[in-house]
């Protein structure tokens, strides 16, 4: 029975009476049926939460390359299926609206972004790489040998004018290119947040 | 499906509110504005929008913090009184023992609203339809834990069968009585036995908790009074909805628009 | 925890916590900051537990205390010396564990002191220690001379015992704030139940005397012998998704993968810098050269060495370090990729200054961080900065392939599970790119200084892949091309013959990608699952399990067996991989004995003595300075844990007040118009920061996420109702807090959680506040770091953002 809501009220009070009065649907009987599950015909993939340091597994239920749900994974034996707030709340990052989705560039002195491309981009910060390296390289150190009281050149090949932040936030494989790609350009100015 | 219950162990709850999101993120509910009402809560009251929320009360003293959270959401009741309010017979109960609104029948008139003791449902205004916590029965159905339940990280929150879950309940009851005494099942025999069954640390009105709470009396009368009489008392229950209906609308919560 | 144990990682396991009799929760918020840890505490106390909660506010983890303290923030160490004092006057330490696992025995060196709050050895022009005088007394053999009994005035154990003499429980009452009745309390719970365990996190570490609070925790374990055991051990709950990786990694300037020392510019050879780090860095620093620059290290080139850049050892450049350089215009461009400095620096007034100096600040993150826009700060005008920013779209964590490392060491692989959104790119895609980039612009340099760029191995194919970079990390059999099975194999290899790019993850894919098993089958009952993706070192899941036998080799705890020796088979065996020195030398035998396998006097180190084991005992022929096997880690700031007043404070040091202060404390001090230090008069209360449950550190994900921000909408002020009262305030008015540095207005939040208490008498007040806002995102409000002190750890480089000076009024 489907009422509408404007039927309804014209229906008025005598067809409630005659429900109620045994003639319509009894809901002490009435069975949950039908409730279709909008997980169905999705694929599960378990990833890993990206907050504290648990370690939580996550199952995300993809469905036409589109994420539908996302919940804890049953089968990780830390978390068993549960999920804190912000672990469940992971959806939405996935469609962000405030994603950042194209590179982009803040020129000297403005006051907004201009969109670029992905090749302008890096192309650019190479290029200031390498214009930096040349700029600052620091081939020795000048130091007082104690033993002798001389000065000796120690060779040690720093780009001194290069810092590189990151990240306890990014996989190992990232973390790990990051810390070679640091030193093998010359900068062991290579630091992130796990110190803080 | 057997009848199924949810024991909310407030023992174990921190208040992580990780059941308030897995709620919105499954019945794909928005976020409202909010700000810090009390403590480190921030969600007054039911919603359209939001089905479930923790509160937060802090009881101090003899130098002593009680931090109590409870996780508020609809108790799904075994004798439910807007199930019984409800006009359009949009409410109605599974045999898992949840209370559910169909939305294809419901016409947002505000009965269930008004008869709730706990004040769970609340009308969307625009679509003129009566929301609260469906019990995730779509999951339930499917032999999944609601979105609350699978989410929760410290075992606040469990899901089984009742006689199974209500048995385990009392044995922690005992458990957490040595330390709080006051400590005390909610929804065991309220209501006609609720599917959401508390584990509270405290008296019911500690949790701003209704100590007794019962069904209106317009409701009864129409319902329990009325009703067995059945068919041959057409006229009698005809003007028992009539008097509900305007009890309702002394209240206020009897809304007609477009009509 | 290196100093102590030979390894900077948390002990044991999330799942582990289950096996616990006892927690002290001291310096973590866990119920908020690490939820999880909630689910295995609860199950324990289901079994009985006890929990202890030490925290300067009743916290949502306090709400499921057994026992709550109320602390004064940063003065742990007065309790807990108290708490080391108790256990020694009371014998309640455990004596086998003490004799056998410890270096209670050894003999400290006789010109060790410690003097009017001060240790042998300062230098106080410099601010620092020399710690030549923390050694122990040693034989002919150059081995440390050991003591008959604990008694012997110059064991480590008689060292101990005076040294924490002075700290009773009355003097660290008014110290602390707590009752002493409750500190009493506190040591017989703990005391009571084995095994227990500790859990910190950054309530522990930030402060400038963080690494002594953790070595107060490593004695007290040691004391009672829970070090190595399940339910035991000290979980030092890891703040970030990934932040045991990224240490493992080494984003770290004073560290190479695989916590390899870093060269300094000494280290001309890698002779040299085996003459200061011990011989047995020598084969990892080579793997990890080969990994590098592949056939371009040979043993006639030294493995490349001079390749690698070589630290100044007196350029402090962590972290913070790092923005006050950058303030002083050293960089001239840096890379920011997946943090937020502008809201998580303390004192970000110096970060605000520094990023302007830069020509360029390249950016990869998920969303527009404050550190990204910090040209366009509200007050600040664009015009005037002239850095140029490029920023990065980068992919989330299940839009790419890779592993992250979790608190409990686990190695666990992910596949991409979406594609990324719009053009964004996994960080690893756009350093591969960038570093091809960059070496096509050195294409035919024949510079010296170029070599490393067109020498380097870098072929993660056209689309750089994650599991080969992962391979790279497990290394390979340099011989023969092949991927190294094991750590057990990697560490039978010959110096150069096998490549690594970080030792400790040897292992992970040798057979097949076992970061990637999810086998959850647990049969013994603890949840060591070991066959649940992998786990550094070799697999182990419980640290320095060999201290959970007896001196035969068997276990002591009968219900939580983890390893055994198996005399039939002669080998240690058991229920998680034995963390022993080599699995078929058994209990009877020196390295069957050690329980701390990377300590250099295998054991745990009650006492971090400055040692340096295996250095031979006749000069070598050719007069180069002799090598040793392995060094000790050291603690910068003392031997042995001491109390030290924060460096803004309401009072003075009851112990000593002329040294009122850690003496070797880095406290910024190149900028004094923006580290300005308040005095207790104008800013008489104490604020401790700290982060929700609903929002994740500088908040750059989550304030942009609704649903958390519904559920916090904005950053408060906690204070006391009698601090409320006195500034005439109710729950939901807006503050003013202010420090020397600066002032935030935020809502107040008026709480029983805290208590005014007393210091030496005086009535005091703590305020608290979350850190996670900054001005951009869908949910803007104040930084908490305009308040916040620029003071670190001489050790760790961690700022004190547990305690500064405040004061607050009515907005």
Known sequence: MDVSRRGFLKLSGLSIAALASGLGFDPTIAEAKGFVLKLEGSKKIPSICHFCSGGCGMLLYVKEGKLIHLEGDPDHPTNEGALCPKAASLLSVAYSPNRVTKPRRRAPGSDHWEEISWEDALNRVAQKTKEVREATWKANDEIINAKTGQRDLLSVNRAEGIAFLGSAEVDNEESYLISKFCRIIGTPYNEHQARI | ?259 | MSPSFGRGAMTNSWSDLQNAEVFLIAGSNCAENHPIAMKWINRAKEKGAKMIVVDPRFTRTASKADLFAQIRPGTDIAYLGAIINYIIENQLYDRNYVLNYTNALLKVAKDYKFEDGVFSGYDAKSRKYAVTSWGYQLGSDNKPLKADSLEDPDSVFSKLKTHYSRYTFETAEKITGIPAVKIKQIADTFCEGKPGTILYALGMTQHTTGTQGIRAYAVIQLLLGNIGKAGGGINALRGEPNVQGSTDMANLFNNLPGYLPHPINTDQSIRDYQVRNGSVQEKPLVALLKAWFGEHARKDNDFAFSYLPKINPSVNASMVKLFEMMDKGQFKLAFNFGSNSLVSIPNRQLVRSALTKLDMLVVSDLFEVETAQFWREPGVKPADINTEVIMFPAAFVYEKDGTLTNSSRWIQWKNAALKPLGEAKPDLEILDSLFKRIRKLYDGSTDAKDAPILNARWDYGEEASALKVLQELNGYDETNGKLTQSLADYLKASVGTVSTGCWIYAGVTGNGNLAARRKNSDSTGLGLYKDWSFAWPGNIRILYNRASCDEKGQPVDDKRKLIWWDAANNVWSGNDGPDVVDKTKGPDTPEGKQSFRMNPEGAGRLFAANYMSGLPVVPSADGLPAIGVRPAGLCVDGPMPEFYEPTESPTDNLLHPKVSKSPVALILSSSPEIQKMGKANDFPHVLTTYGVVEHFCAGGITRNIPWLNELMPEPFAELSKNLAQKIGIKEGDMVEVSSARGKVTVRALVTDRLQTYKVNGKETETIGMPWSWGFASLSPGPSTNELTIAALDPGAGTPEYKVCLVNVRRA
């Not at chain 2, 609340?122 to 999951?139: E, M």
Request: charged share 20%; proline share 5%; hydrophobic share 35%.
């Open chain 2, 1 to 259: 499906m057997t009848r199924k219950m949810i024991l909310v162990d407030t023992s174990k709850c921190t208040g992580c509110k990780a059941c308030t999101v897995a709620c919105k993120e499954w019945n794909e509910l928005p976020a409202e504005k909010t700000q810090l009402v009390t403590s480190y809560q921030t969600q007054k009251d039911f919603s359209p929008k939001t089905w479930t929320y923790v509160t937060f009360i802090e009881k101090y003293k003899d130098q002593t913090m009680n931090f109590l959270m409870r996780k508020a959401q609809c108790f799904h009741c075994g004798d439910p009184a807007c199930l019984k309010a409800c006009s359009s017979k949009a409410i109605r109960q599974t045999e898992s023992g949840f209370v559910v609104i169909d939305h294809k029948k419901c016409i947002g008139c505000g009965y269930c609203t008004e008869n709730c003791p706990f004040g769970v449902p609340k009308v969307d205004q625009t679509l003129q339809k009566s929301f609260k916590c469906t019990g995730c029965i779509d999951r339930v159905e499917n032999n999944l834990k609601p979105a609350c339940v699978q989410t929760c990280q410290t075992g606040a929150l469990m899901f089984g069968d009742y006689s199974d879950l209500l048995g385990q309940a009392k044995n922690r009851l005992s458990e957490v009585q040595k330390t709080h005494p006051q400590a005390q099942l909610y929804g065991e025999k309220e209501m006609g036995g609720t599917t959401y069954v508390y584990l509270l640390m405290d008296r019911p009105e500690v949790y701003g908790l209704p100590v007794n709470p019962t069904i209106p009396l317009s409701l009864t009368l129409w319902k329990d009074v009325v009703r067995p009489v059945g068919g041959i008392a057409v006229g009698g229950a005809a003007a028992a909805v009539v008097i509900g209906v305007f009890a309702n609308i002394v209240k206020g919560s009897y809304r007609s628009k477009d009509d």
